[in-house]
């Protein structure tokens, strides 16, 4: 399902416009992303949770030339899927 398909899932079961499920999930997005930006979770009950992670710098293996390169640390974004969730597509 992409980002269209979303909003028109959105639009049927909750009897907005497209337009406003559109202003509705950017709004969501916008939202979460913030919160990460801050460092905070977020958690939404029986969906799953958002938090951030910080991974350390490393080194890697170019798989082309088998040189060996320097991963520099960053902080990435992770999702844990919640129990009704995980039960669901089971």
Excluded: H, Y
């Excluded at 999930?25 to 949770?49: E, Q």
């Amino acid at each position: 399902m992409n980002k269209a398909e979303l909003i028109d899932q959105i639009a049927t079961g909750s009897g907005l416009s497209k337009t406003d499920s559109k202003k509705a999930l950017d709004a969501c997005v916008s939202a979460i992303t913030g919160a990460l930006k801050k460092g905070d979770k977020v958690a939404l009950v029986g969906f799953g949770t958002f938090s951030v992670s910080a991974r350390s710098a490393r080194t890697g293996r170019n798989p082309q030339t088998g040189k060996t390169i320097a991963i520099s640390a960053k902080k990435v974004a992770k999702f844990k899927a919640g129990k009704e969730l995980a039960d669901a597509v089971n």
